[in-house]
C-alpha cells in the first residue's frame, strides 16, 4: 500500500538509546505508506567545538563524525530489515537549523525525532532540540517520548 501523504520522512536521531522508539515510528509509517526515509545525524560542531580550540579540534570533530555514521547506520539496518529505503545524512551546525533546513530543502514530508521529555530547569539548562523543530519547521513534525527519562 502506497501513500500520497509521506513520500519522504526524515528521521533525526542523536545516536541515542532515547531515540529507538522515535526511529521504530518513522520505520513503520515509513512501511507503510511507502516512503523513503533519510536518516540524519547533525555533529553539533557550534556548540562542542569552539573557534579558539586548537589543539585535538580534528579528532574531537572525528570521534562526533563517528558518532554520527554509527546513529544513521542503524537506521539505515533497521530500515533494510523492514525493506524500507534509507539514506543517510551527517551535517554539521546547529542540530535544530539543519534539520529545519535540510526537511525545507529536501521536500521531506514529516519529520520524526524524539525527546527526553525534559520540564523546567533542567529544559531551560539543556534546551530542546525536538522543541526548537517543532516551534520552527514548516513541514510536519511528530515528537515521541523515548523511555529514558530521569
Not at 500500500?1 to 532515547?18: C, F, P, V, Y
Not at 556548540?47 to 554509527?70: A, N, P, Q
Not at 535540510?102 to 530547569?121: Q, S
Not at 511528530?142 to 527519562?149: A, D, H, L
Request: some cysteine.
Amino acid at each position: 500500500m502506497k501513500s500520497e501523504l509521506h513520500r519522504n520522512i526524515l528521521i533525526a536521531t542523536d545516536g541515542s538509546d532515547n531515540t529507538l522508539k522515535a526511529i521504530s515510528c518513522g520505520i513503520e509509517l515509513a512501511k507503510l505508506s511507502g516512503a523513503t526515509v533519510y536518516a540524519l545525524y547533525v555533529v553539533d560542531t557550534p556548540s562542542t567545538i569552539s573557534e579558539t580550540w586548537t589543539l585535538g579540534k580534528k579528532m574531537i570533530y572525528e570521534v562526533m563524525r563517528k558518532d554520527g555514521e554509527k546513529a544513521v547506520s542503524k537506521i539505515k539496518k533497521l530500515g533494510e530489515a523492514s525493506r524500507v529505503e534509507v539514506k543517510e545524512v551527517i551535517l554539521d551546525g546547529y542540530p535544530s537549523s539543519e534539520i529545519i533546513d535540510f526537511a525545507e530543502n529536501n521536500n521531506i514530508d514529516l519529520i520524526v525525532m524524539g525527546t527526553l521529555g525534559k520540564t523546567g530547569l533542567e529544559k531551560f539548562l539543556i534546551g530542546s532540540v525536538a522543541e526548537k523543530v517543532l516551534r520552527g519547521s514548516k513541514v510536519p513534525v511528530m515528537v515521541v517520548r523515548g523511555g529514558g527519562q530521569s
